[in-house]
C-alpha cells in the first residue's frame, strides 16, 4: 500500500506556543488529505479535509483560526496548533487516500502525540 | 451529517471462540466500508474492506457482511488468538471523500 509518514512523532510544549505538524505522502500524489485527533481510548475525529491548493475544509466544531492546515503541495500537508492548551493535547493523525477510486483506503501515517504543559 | 454506530464498546472473548463487532450508518450514499485495527499507540492498519455492490467477504478468519437495507455491515473474526487483541474501528465512506469512524470496540482475548 501506500506510504504517509507524520512528523514529530510526539511533542511537548508549553501553553502558548505552537506546533507544526507534517504530514507527507512518500509514494503516491495527493491532492487530498485528512486531520485526525484521538484523544485517549476514543475514535478518531475528522477535524479537517485538506485540499492541495486551496483552503482546508473544517469539520463543524472545529476553530479553522486555532488548527491551521496548510496543503501547498501535492505530497505535503501540515497542521498548525496555534496557541496551544493543556485541553489540546491528543494524537494527531493524518491520511491520505480515500479519494474517488478504487478501493477508497486511507493511509495513515504514523500520528503525533501532542502534550501541552 | 454523517453518523457510523458500533457496538459493543468493549468485548471480551476466550482464545479460538469467534467475535463480532456490528456498527450502523445513517448515510445511504456510503459505499465502502472499511475496518481498522489499531494497536495502542500507534497507527490505525487496515484489516478488512467491503464495497457497496458486495454483501460479504472472507479474508481467512476475517469476515465482513454488509446490509444496505438496513445499513449494518459487522466484522467477524474466528478462531480469535491473543494477538487479536486491540481496538477494532469501523468506518463508512460517502459520497465525498471523508471516511466517518465509528467509536471503536476494543477486543480482548483471553489465553
Known amino acids: 500500500g501506500a506510504v504517509v509518514s507524520q512528523h514529530p512523532s510526539w511533542v511537548i510544549c508549553k501553553s502558548g506556543t505552537s506546533v507544526k505538524i507534517e504530514c507527507r505522502s512518500l509514494?503516491?500524489?495527493?491532492?487530498?488529505m485528512f486531520w485526525y485527533r484521538q484523544f485517549p481510548k476514543q475514535s478518531l475525529m475528522l477535524m479537517a479535509t485538506?485540499?492541495?491548493?486551496?483552503?482546508?475544509?473544517?469539520e463543524q466544531g472545529v476553530e479553522k483560526d486555532k488548527f491551521l492546515i496548510n496543503h501547498a503541495s501535492l505530497t505535503l500537508s501540515t497542521l498548525t496548533v496555534t496557541s496551544a492548551h493543556p485541553e489540546d493535547s491528543s494524537f494527531y493523525i493524518c491520511?491520505?487516500?480515500?479519494?474517488?477510486?478504487?478501493?477508497?483506503?486511507?493511509?495513515f501515517g504514523e500520528g503525533s502525540r501532542l502534550t501541552v504543559l | 451529517g454523517e453518523n457510523v454506530e458500533q457496538h459493543p464498546s468493549t468485548l471480551s472473548v476466550q482464545e479460538g471462540d469467534s467475535a463480532v463487532i456490528k456498527c450502523t450508518y445513517s448515510?445511504?450514499?456510503?459505499?465502502?466500508f472499511p475496518w481498522y485495527k489499531q494497536e495502542l499507540g500507534k497507527r490505525p492498519q487496515l484489516i478488512i474492506d467491503?464495497?457497496?455492490?458486495?454483501g460479504e467477504k472472507k479474508d481467512q478468519r476475517i469476515a465482513v457482511t454488509l446490509n444496505k437495507t438496513a445499513k449494518h455491515f459487522s466484522l467477524h473474526i474466528t478462531e480469535t488468538q491473543p494477538e487479536d487483541s486491540a481496538v477494532y474501528f469501523c468506518?463508512?465512506?460517502?459520497?465525498?471523500?471523508?471516511?466517518?469512524f465509528g467509536a471503536g470496540t476494543r477486543l480482548f482475548v483471553k489465553a
Open positions: 491520511s491520505a487516500g480515500g479519494e474517488t477510486g478504487v478501493t477508497g483506503e486511507l493511509f
Open positions: 509514494d503516491f500524489q495527493a491532492t487530498t
Open positions: 485538506s485540499n492541495e491548493g486551496s483552503k482546508a475544509t473544517y
Open positions: 448515510d445511504s450514499a456510503s459505499n465502502y
Open positions: 467491503i464495497r457497496s455492490n458486495v
Open positions: 468506518a463508512a465512506k460517502g459520497g465525498g471523500f471523508k471516511t466517518i
